[in-house]
C-alpha cells in the first residue's frame, strides 16, 4: 500500500530553504515536533515504524538526533532511512524500524532517550480486522461500490480508506504509460460501512484496482517534545476489478 499520511505534510511545506540540521544544542521540549507512524498490514506479525522531528521554529526544517539521542519502539532503535541517507529525508520518515506487532490490549512502548534523560510512552494499537468485503477479485461498478468490515467498537478510532490503481497517462513523464493514481476518503468513523462513489473512482482505468480500510488511533505525544503525536494503524487491503 502506498503510504501519503504522517510525513506529507513537511513535504508541502518544503520548499528552497528545506534543510536537516543536528539537534545539538537545540532544546527539543522547547523546539522539536515528533510525527511517528506505527504501521501494520492486517495479520502480519510485524509493524513498521517511522518517525520525523521538525523544528517548530523554522519552517521546513528537520532535525537529525545526536549520537547520545534515540528513538525506540519494543526495544529497537529507529535508524536513519534509506532515502534521508541520501538526502531525500523529507519525501519519507527521517528514521525507521521493523518491530513486532502489538495486540491490544498490549500496546507499543516508545522510548526516548535525551542525552541520558529517558522518557517513554505505550500507544495500544486498534484492533485487528475480521472481515472485509468485497472479497479479492471481486467485480465492481465504476458507478460505485460499498466497501464492507467489522468495526472495532473502540473510543478514538477512525478509518481512512485508500484506492488506489492506474489513470491515462499525464504530461509530466516522458512515456506514454498509465501513471499510478490514488483517491482517499479520510477520518471516517469506524461504522463497518463507507461508500466508494463515481467520483472517487472517475479517475482510475478499468482494470486492477486496490482499496486500503486504514483503521487507526492518534494521540499526543508524551516524550517530551514541544509537539506532535504518534498514529497506530492496521491496514487491511483488497484487490478488485474494476468495471468499464
Given at each position: 500500500m502506498r503510504r501519503f499520511c504522517g510525513f506529507a505534510g513537511v513535504v508541502l511545506l518544503c520548499g528552497a530553504g528545506c534543510g536537516v540540521v543536528p539537534?545539538?544544542?537545540?532544546?527539543?521540549?522547547?523546539?522539536?515536533?515528533?510525527?511517528?507512524?506505527?504501521?501494520?498490514?492486517?495479520?502480519?506479525?510485524?509493524?513498521?515504524?517511522?518517525?520525523?522531528?521538525?523544528?517548530?521554529a523554522a519552517l521546513a526544517t528537520l532535525f537529525e538526533l545526536g549520537a547520545?539521542?534515540?528513538?525506540?519502539?519494543?526495544?529497537?532503535?529507529?535508524?536513519?532511512?534509506?532515502?534521508?541517507?541520501?538526502?531525500?529525508?523529507f519525501f519519507d520518515a527521517?528514521?525507521?524500524?521493523a518491530v513486532g506487532a502489538r495486540d491490544a490490549p498490549n500496546g507499543y512502548e516508545i522510548e526516548f532517550n535525551n542525552a541520558g534523560t529517558v522518557t517513554?510512552?505505550?500507544?495500544?494499537?486498534?484492533?485487528?480486522?475480521?472481515g472485509l468485503t468485497p472479497a479479492a477479485g471481486s467485480g465492481v461498478s465504476a458507478s460505485g461500490f460499498t466497501v464492507q468490515w467489522s468495526p472495532?467498537?473502540?473510543?478514538?478510532?477512525?478509518v481512512d480508506i485508500w484506492t488506489e490503481g492506474l489513470t491515462v497517462d499525464g504530461e509530466l513523464d516522458d512515456d506514454t504509460l498509465p501513471d499510478a493514481y490514488f483517491t482517499s476518503?479520510?477520518?471516517?468513523?469506524?461504522?463497518?460501512?463507507?461508500?466508494?462513489?463515481?467520483?472517487?473512482?472517475?479517475?482510475?482505468?478499468?482494470?486492477?484496482?486496490?482499496?486500503?480500510?486504514?483503521?487507526?488511533?492518534?494521540?499526543?505525544?508524551?516524550l517530551g517534545f514541544a509537539a506532535g503525536s504518534v498514529r497506530v494503524e492496521v491496514v487491511a487491503s483488497t484487490s478488485l476489478t474494476l468495471a468499464p
Open positions: 539537534s545539538t544544542g537545540i532544546d527539543l521540549s522547547q523546539r522539536g515536533s515528533l510525527s511517528m507512524l506505527i504501521s501494520r498490514e492486517s495479520d502480519s506479525a510485524q509493524a513498521n515504524v517511522g518517525a520525523s522531528i521538525a523544528d517548530t547520545n539521542q534515540s528513538l525506540s519502539v519494543n526495544g529497537v532503535e529507529l535508524r536513519e532511512s534509506l532515502l534521508s541517507k541520501i538526502g531525500l529525508g527521517q528514521i525507521r524500524a517513554s510512552m505505550t500507544v495500544v494499537p486498534p484492533a485487528d480486522f475480521t472495532s467498537n473502540e473510543s478514538g478510532v477512525l476518503l479520510s477520518n471516517l468513523s469506524d461504522s463497518g460501512s463507507a461508500n466508494i462513489g463515481a467520483a472517487d473512482l472517475q479517475g482510475f482505468l478499468a482494470g486492477e484496482i486496490t482499496v486500503s480500510v486504514v483503521r487507526y488511533r492518534e494521540v499526543t505525544q508524551t
